[in-house]
């Protein structure tokens, strides 16, 4: 930012161009435009040392009026201020602070005042654009390190539970279409673009607290004993601690979405679900729209334990509350997106059109 002190100075009038560069040379360097489109094509190519741009309102070519409308429209206001030098007293001030200038000059004016006003507004800009870099910069780092916990828990969640990238990569996109189908459908839930992405991030570790669970359990080929199964349903309790261990921001969309993800996807809309007992719209949306796909997920898929249920059966024992009374929105976004998630897993399964 340091380097943003140059003064562009547009006049098709050589004798102003000399007279407002000797105005100001002792505090700024200048670079001199002799018309509107010489203007713009110097601009481009030293925007980020052009601390701001002095205007004749009356330049044939391309007037004040117009080159503040194209500066505004191209982005470049927000960059540079622009100030308007005026040869006389009936110049239309409010039209061009309207259209964005930073001040208005009428000539004959006080070299002072010039001066300290291209330095106010420089100083304003320059820490504007230095506060945008530096915002930038943090959120990216965030960005970065969200990311990468996101892989660590992904990583940990694959190799503990033994699912491949595969399965987190299906159980992903199948959540993303169908709460892409719920957020379209029910848009008083506010589920924006952004925050659907989330829910389907987050969905990843819905089980990443199995990692806690024995192996003697968690492996078993066959048949859980009602006490291996209620130590199983601890897996959404123990998620919960294990993110928590991480320190995740609860505040933020993604970590929320994992903490009710990996907590009660297994809850179900009349209540008789796990481990809160919640019911209805007490369960967190992001846990209603996983809770049919962890289902339906499981019911097509071949597991160690269990053979693929065939497709057709699968979806009707979602629909009619074999698996748990799922919640009644999700099951109508589930019913609209039905056919696109059964084209994208037989696809992702390698599954023959008589499965499907």
């Given at each position: 930012m340091?380097?943003r002190?140059?003064?562009?100075?547009?006049?098709n009038?050589?004798?102003?161009?000399?007279?407002l560069?000797?105005l100001?040379?002792?505090?700024?360097?200048?670079?001199?435009?002799?018309d509107?489109?010489?203007?713009k094509?110097?601009?481009m190519?030293?925007?980020?040392?052009?601390?701001?741009?002095?205007?004749?309102a009356?330049?044939?070519?391309?007037?004040?009026?117009?080159?503040l409308?194209?500066?505004?429209?191209?982005g470049?206001?927000?960059e540079?201020?622009?100030f308007?030098i005026?040869?006389?007293?009936?110049?239309?001030?409010?039209?061009?602070?309207?259209?964005?200038?930073?001040?208005?000059?009428?000539a004959?004016?006080d070299?002072s005042?010039?001066?300290?006003k291209?330095?106010t507004?420089?100083?304003?800009?320059?820490?504007?654009l230095?506060y945008?870099?530096?915002?930038?910069?943090?959120?990216?780092?965030?960005e970065?390190?969200?990311?990468?916990?996101?892989n660590?828990?992904?990583?940990v969640?694959?190799?503990?539970?033994?699912?491949?990238?595969?399965?987190?990569?299906?159980?992903?996109?199948?959540t993303?279409?169908?709460?892409?189908s719920?957020?379209?459908?029910?848009?008083?839930?506010?589920?924006?673009?952004?925050?659907?992405?989330?829910?389907?991030d987050a969905?990843?570790l819905?089980?990443?607290g199995?990692?806690?669970?024995?192996?003697?359990?968690?492996?078993?080929?066959?048949?859980?004993?009602?006490?291996?199964f209620?130590?199983?349903?601890t897996?959404?309790?123990?998620?919960?601690?294990?993110?928590?261990?991480?320190?995740?921001?609860?505040t933020?969309?993604?970590?929320?979405f994992?903490f009710?993800?990996?907590?009660?996807?297994?809850?179900?809309?009349?209540?008789?679900g796990?481990?809160?007992r919640?019911?209805?719209d007490d369960?967190?949306?992001?846990?209603?729209?996983?809770?049919?796909?962890?289902v339906?997920d499981?019911?097509v898929?071949e597991?160690?334990y269990?053979?693929a249920?065939?497709?057709?059966?699968?979806?009707?024992?979602?629909?009619?509350?074999e698996?748990?009374?799922?919640?009644?929105?999700?099951?109508?976004?589930?019913?609209d997106c039905?056919?696109?998630?059964?084209?994208?897993l037989k696809?992702?399964l390698m599954?023959?059109?008589?499965?499907?």
């Amino acid at each position: 930012m340091a380097d943003r002190n140059i003064v562009m100075i547009v006049d098709n009038v050589k004798i102003n161009r000399i007279m407002l560069k000797e105005l100001i040379k002792n505090n700024f360097r200048t670079m001199e435009a002799e018309d509107g489109e010489d203007a713009k094509r110097k601009y481009m190519v030293f925007q980020k040392r052009i601390c701001c741009v002095l205007y004749n309102a009356n330049m044939p070519d391309v007037n004040g009026v117009e080159f503040l409308e194209y500066f505004a429209q191209s982005g470049h206001l927000a960059e540079t201020p622009v100030f308007i030098i005026a040869t006389d007293n009936y110049v239309d001030f409010g039209l061009y602070y309207e259209l964005g200038a930073s001040e208005v000059f009428v000539a004959p004016f006080d070299p002072s005042f010039l001066n300290g006003k291209i330095k106010t507004f420089s100083d304003l800009y320059n820490r504007t654009l230095s506060y945008k870099t530096e915002l930038a910069k943090v959120k990216n780092e965030v960005e970065e390190r969200d990311g990468v916990v996101r892989n660590v828990l992904t990583s940990v969640f694959e190799f503990i539970h033994f699912e491949t990238s595969a399965h987190i990569t299906r159980v992903k996109k199948l959540t993303h279409i169908l709460a892409k189908s719920f957020a379209a459908k029910f848009p008083e839930y506010g589920l924006t673009d952004e925050l659907v992405q989330c829910i389907s991030d987050a969905s990843a570790l819905h089980d990443v607290g199995k990692a806690a669970i024995p192996t003697t359990i968690l492996f078993k080929p066959g048949r859980l004993t009602g006490e291996e199964f209620a130590e199983m349903k601890t897996h959404t309790v123990k998620g919960v601690d294990i993110l928590n261990d991480f320190g995740l921001d609860k505040t933020k969309p993604f970590n929320k979405f994992c903490f009710e993800i990996a907590r009660n996807h297994h809850e179900r809309w009349d209540g008789n679900g796990y481990p809160d007992r919640l019911a209805g719209d007490d369960i967190p949306v992001a846990a209603q729209i996983f809770s049919i796909i962890d289902v339906y997920d499981a019911l097509v898929s071949e597991k160690v334990y269990k053979d693929a249920i065939p497709y057709e059966k699968a979806v009707t024992m979602i629909r009619e509350g074999e698996c748990g009374l799922f919640p009644p929105k999700v099951l109508e976004a589930f019913n609209d997106c039905e056919d696109e998630m059964r084209s994208y897993l037989k696809a992702a399964l390698m599954l023959r059109d008589s499965q499907v």
